[in-house]
């Protein structure tokens, strides 16, 4: 656990979230402030601080991301209508919090391009 890591705190249970799914690899949990009417995050339980410093030993661990992050879109009901998986990547891709995370949006339709 990564000090001043809010989503390392959220992993260790220091602070609360929505969970929804967690597992021995990813925690996921609703967005604090919802931008579509599902609006999870994915995150690893590993700090890694943007998609930039993921390495090779993290392979399984991104491919395991996606499938959780199918396994949710079907469970929330957006994999039929359609969804979205984010990553923002640093200042100009938007990051706030630089603990890897995935955004996975969906309920709404999307507009392109993102702004
Ligand atoms: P990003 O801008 O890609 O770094 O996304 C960070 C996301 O974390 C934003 O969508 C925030 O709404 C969300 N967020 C910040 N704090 C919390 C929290 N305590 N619980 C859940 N989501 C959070
Ligand atoms: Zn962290």
Do not use: S
């Amino acid at each position: 656990m990564v000090d001043n890591c809010l989503f390392c705190k959220i992993v260790a249970g220091v602070i609360p979230a929505d969970k929804v799914y967690e597992d021995e690899l990813v925690v996921a949990f609703k967005d604090i402030d919802p931008q579509a009417p599902v609006h999870l995050l994915i995150i690893p339980r590993k700090h890694i601080a943007r998609i930039t410093d993921i390495t090779d030993e993290d392979n399984l661990l991104i491919a395991h991301i996606h499938q959780v992050a199918v396994m949710l879109a079907k469970d929330f009901d957006i994999a039929e209508p359609g969804f979205r998986l984010v990553n923002n990547c640093n200042e100009d891709g938007g990051q706030a919090v630089y603990h890897l995370h995935y955004h996975l949006l969906g309920g709404r339709k999307m507009a392109w391009p993102p702004g």
